[in-house]
């Protein structure tokens, strides 16, 4: 009966079930293939002969392993932040950062978009709904439908509006901001995740969760160079050559700027209301590093540990055959 019990934990639990998997069925097929081997060889050429083989094949595959990035990997790349500045970005330890306006000195992007007199930007970001378009609303629906249209117009960040017409922002010249880029919504989302979990980790910042605050812009600025603007074939094939031929990767930050918003009463039943930022509370930006990770590390030493072991029992077969083809040489010539 406890042999049993013992079974059936043995079958819920997924490591060691994974565990009695993997030898299972390297005993089974590693093993039957040395029984083969030894019927025909004997213990100890079928075990170098099955040790070499095993060490080619996990050559092979920890090549395929190397070159796609997959199976036993390291580290994936990853965003560390490297320092959250409160206030004014001239007070950050990142030099490069104090490069960076800070938002109060850039237009908003209602501001940019009514500047631009872009026809997409406009009738995304400043057209509000009418009558016409809402023939079953009340006048004091559709007024205040039009008022949370409003605030949303005057409320969308810059990044947000780089996802929906990135020329407004880059004939404002927020793509070159000295060193620095604005990154689109579209872009900066494994960024901003990061810079959410990090400052929810700093209580003294003063945010519970992540309702107290509202995502601002995020900038960018290293990294290895991008493709321009509506490039043709010879910009791609030159920008995949001169990537790939890359041995260094240059560094790469990344600002993901927020903060905190009023406290607005919510009614039972209703959704939460549109988040507004608190003016008097100070922007915090989070300065993050590029982290590129270890992914092929491992496989690489898979592979390179694996061929080394291969050759060399490849070498200790080739001394015993020669060790075997002298004495066979002696007995011959001994016999004669």
Same mark, same amino acid.
């Given at each position: 009966?406890?042999?049993?019990?013992?079974l059936a934990?043995?079958?819920?639990?997924?490591e060691?079930?994974g565990?009695?998997?993997?030898a299972?069925?390297?005993?089974?097929?590693?093993?039957?293939?040395?029984?083969?081997?030894?019927t025909?060889?004997?213990?100890?050429?079928?075990?170098?002969?099955?040790a070499?083989?095993?060490?080619?094949?996990?050559?092979?595959?920890?090549?395929?392993?190397?070159?796609?990035?997959?199976g036993?990997?390291?580290?994936?790349?990853?965003?560390?932040t490297?320092?959250?500045?409160?206030?004014?970005?001239?007070?950050?330890?990142?030099?490069?950062?104090?490069?960076?306006?800070?938002?109060?000195?850039? $237009? #908003? @992007?209602? +501001?940019l978009?009514?500047? !631009?007199?872009? =026809?997409? /930007?406009?009738?995304?970001?400043?057209?509000? $709904? #009418? @009558?016409? +378009?809402?023939?079953?609303l !009340?006048?004091? =629906?559709? /007024?205040?439908?039009r008022?949370?249209?409003?605030?949303?117009?005057?409320?969308?960040?810059r990044?947000?509006?780089? =996802?929906? /017409?990135?020329?407004?922002?880059?004939?404002?010249?927020?793509?070159?901001?000295?060193?620095?880029?604005?990154?689109?919504t579209?872009e900066?989302?494994?960024?901003q995740a990061?810079?959410?979990?990090?400052?929810?980790?700093?209580?003294?910042?003063?945010?519970?969760?992540?309702?107290d605050?509202?995502l601002?812009?995020a900038?960018?600025?290293?990294?290895?160079?991008?493709?321009?603007?509506?490039?043709?074939?010879?910009d791609?094939?030159?920008?995949?050559?001169?990537?790939?031929?890359?041995?260094?990767?240059?560094?790469?930050?990344t600002?993901?700027?927020?903060?905190?918003?009023?406290?607005?009463?919510?009614?039972?039943?209703?959704?939460?209301?549109?988040p507004?930022?608190?003016?008097?509370?100070?922007?915090?930006?989070v300065?993050?590093v590029?982290d590129?990770?270890?992914?092929?590390?491992?496989?690489?030493?898979v592979?390179?540990?694996?061929?080394?072991?291969?050759?060399?029992?490849?070498?200790?077969?080739?001394?015993?055959?020669?060790?075997?083809?002298?004495?066979?040489?002696?007995?011959?010539?001994?016999?004669?």
């Amino acid at each position: 009966m406890g042999t049993l019990v013992t079974l059936a934990g043995l079958a819920w639990n997924p490591e060691i079930s994974g565990i009695l998997v993997v030898a299972t069925g390297f005993v089974i097929l590693l093993g039957s293939v040395w029984f083969i081997i030894v019927t025909n060889a004997g213990i100890r050429l079928a075990t170098l002969v099955a040790a070499a083989a095993l060490m080619g094949w996990m050559a092979i595959l920890g090549s395929a392993w190397w070159m796609y990035g997959s199976g036993w990997k390291g580290d994936d790349p990853s965003w560390k932040t490297v320092d959250i500045n409160v206030g004014d970005l001239r007070a950050s330890g990142l030099e490069s950062a104090r490069l960076l306006p800070n938002p109060s000195e850039m $237009p #908003t @992007a209602y +501001e940019l978009v009514v500047a !631009s007199g872009d =026809a997409v /930007a406009i009738a995304t970001f400043v057209t509000l $709904p #009418t @009558a016409g +378009e809402n023939p079953d609303l !009340s006048s004091e =629906a559709l /007024a205040g439908l039009r008022a949370d249209r409003q605030l949303r117009n005057e409320t969308t960040t810059r990044s947000e509006l780089a =996802a929906v /017409a990135r020329n407004v922002t880059d004939a404002a010249g927020l793509r070159d901001l000295g060193p620095w880029r604005l990154l689109a919504t579209t872009e900066s989302g494994d960024a901003q995740a990061q810079a959410a979990a990090d400052v929810m980790s700093h209580p003294d910042l003063g945010f519970a969760s992540s309702a107290d605050y509202k995502l601002l812009d995020a900038y960018t600025m290293g990294g290895k160079p991008e493709l321009k603007d509506d490039p043709n074939r010879l910009d791609r094939i030159t920008h995949w050559i001169t990537n790939t031929a890359r041995i260094t990767h240059p560094t790469r930050y990344t600002v993901v700027q927020l903060q905190g918003v009023l406290n607005q009463e919510v009614s039972p039943g209703e959704a939460p209301p549109r988040p507004v930022v608190d003016p008097d509370e100070p922007v915090v930006s989070v300065i993050m590093v590029r982290d590129l990770g270890w992914v092929r590390l491992r496989p690489a030493l898979v592979t390179i540990g694996s061929f080394l072991i291969f050759l060399a029992l490849c070498y200790w077969l080739h001394v015993r055959d020669k060790e075997l083809m002298s004495r066979r040489e002696e007995f011959e010539t001994a016999k004669a």
